[in-house]
Each structure stands twice: as structure tokens, then as C-alpha cells.
């Protein structure tokens, strides 16, 4: 089945613990994107990739890494996470570059991030 | 800069027919869609309106583009519970590279 799974489904961390959420897609997809939902302020990118070893900034990339080694793996880091992140967090992927055009983005299924 | 708005709640009736309303901001987009979050699930795609198209219908969706007043709705005929969930528009921006989406516009479909 074509997906996006992403680690951990649900997670709750102290301040300054550094963390990893993982995300993996089976489409061969080049682009790559990680999204935080907010009430009130939908969606915002924190980190895009275009292709292996290429990455760029979204609109809200403090306190955030991303690597992109493998096509199928874009893992979103937080050395350092503070409450301001806690957020529910998508990654999405798409064929091609960009949105995908017709076929748009395919999302994984969200990893609520509680920071205490 | 980028903004896309949607009103926040929209409530009908089973059978009603629902229009959640979204204003963008970037003229050169080239595709707009329309997403849909169902409880504790990702976001999955509805439906697309390429920037060319005045309108597309897809069985019980209508999708109408003004692209002079820079608005986009969705228009849901004969809703069903199951349609209940948050809709969010979204639009492309320079040129395929970024999504902006709107805050959501959470449908709350009563029997």
C-alpha cells in the first residue's frame, strides 16, 4: 500500500530532551515536506526537501533540523524542544517536485509532540 | 506575504448542501485544492481546480474558482455525517515548490 508512516504516533518529552520523529514513504517520491498544526493557524511548513541531500527552510524552521539521506527518509530532529513546539505534526510527501500537481500530497498520519 | 482564510465552523443539517468559502492571496498559483482531515487522521485530497477553471464537479463536490476576487469554495450537495471533518483549502506557490494552507474550517454535520 502506498503510505507515509511515520514514529511515533504519540510522544511526551521533557525540555531539552533531543528527539527524533521519523518519517518513511514507499512511493519514490522527490519531495518531502514537514508541516505543525495549530488551532487556530492551520498548517505551516517547518522544513521541505527537493531531493536526496537537498533542503530548504518553510516558514517556521526554528528549533528544528532535517536530514534527507535516502529518498524514502526525511526524519524531523529537535535537539533541544521546548512547550512551544508542542504541536501535532505532519509529514507529507508528492510526486514529482512540489505539490504534486493533480495528485497533490500524500500525508502521513500525525505525531502528537507533548513537551513538559 | 501568503495568507489563505477560511471561516472556522460551519454547521447543517443531513442532506443540506454545505459551501466553506476560502480567500487566497497569491495570484499565480496554479493549482488550488481542497483537503480533508477526518478525526485523528492525516489530511487526505478531496480535489484540485487548476487556476484556468471557473469550475469542476466531481459526483457530489462543486468546486468554483473567482480568481478576480481571489476566492475558492467547496460546495458539498446532499451532506452526510460521515462528511464531518475539517476542510482546508490550499494553494501553490512559486510554482510547485510550497503548499500555504488555510486554518480549516471545521463541518459539523447533524442528523
Known amino acids: 500500500e502506498a503510505q507515509v508512516t511515520q514514529n511515533p504516533r504519540y510522544l511526551i518529552t521533557v525540555t531539552g530532551k533531543k528527539l527524533t520523529v521519523t518519517c518513511s514513504q514507499n512511493m519514490n517520491h522527490e519531495y518531502m515536506s514537514w508541516y505543525r498544526q495549530d488551532p487556530g493557524l492551520g498548517l505551516r511548513q517547518i522544513y521541505y526537501s527537493m531531493n536526496v541531500e537537498v533542503t530548504d527552510k518553510g516558514d517556521v524552521p526554528e528549533g528544528y533540523k532535517v536530514s534527507r539521506k535516502e529518498k524514502r527518509n526525511f526524519p524531523l530532529i529537535l535537539e533541544s524542544p521546548s512547550p512551544n513546539q508542542t504541536s501535532l505534526y505532519f509529514c507529507a510527501s508528492s510526486r514529482g517536485q512540489g505539490t504534486g500537481g493533480v495528485y497533490g500530497y500524500t500525508f502521513g498520519s500525525g505525531t502528537r509532540l507533548t513537551v513538559v | 506575504g501568503e495568507d489563505v482564510e477560511q471561516s472556522l465552523f460551519l454547521s447543517v443539517r443531513e442532506g443540506d448542501s454545505s459551501v466553506i468559502n476560502c480567500t487566497y492571496t497569491?495570484?499565480?498559483?496554479?493549482?488550488l485544492y481542497w483537503y480533508k482531515q477526518e478525526p485523528g487522521a492525516g489530511l487526505q485530497l478531496l480535489t484540485y481546480?487548476?487556476?484556468?477553471?471557473d469550475m469542476k464537479q466531481d459526483q457530489r463536490l462543486t468546486v468554483l474558482l473567482n480568481k478576480k476576487d481571489k476566492h475558492l469554495s467547496l460546495r458539498i450537495a446532499d451532506t452526510q455525517t460521515g462528511d464531518s471533518a475539517i476542510y482546508f483549502c490550499a494553494e501553490s506557490i512559486m510554482g510547485f515548490q510550497k503548499l500555504v494552507f488555510g486554518t480549516g474550517t471545521r463541518l459539523l454535520v447533524s442528523p
Open positions: 497569491d495570484s499565480s498559483s496554479t493549482y
Open positions: 481546480i487548476f487556476s484556468n477553471m
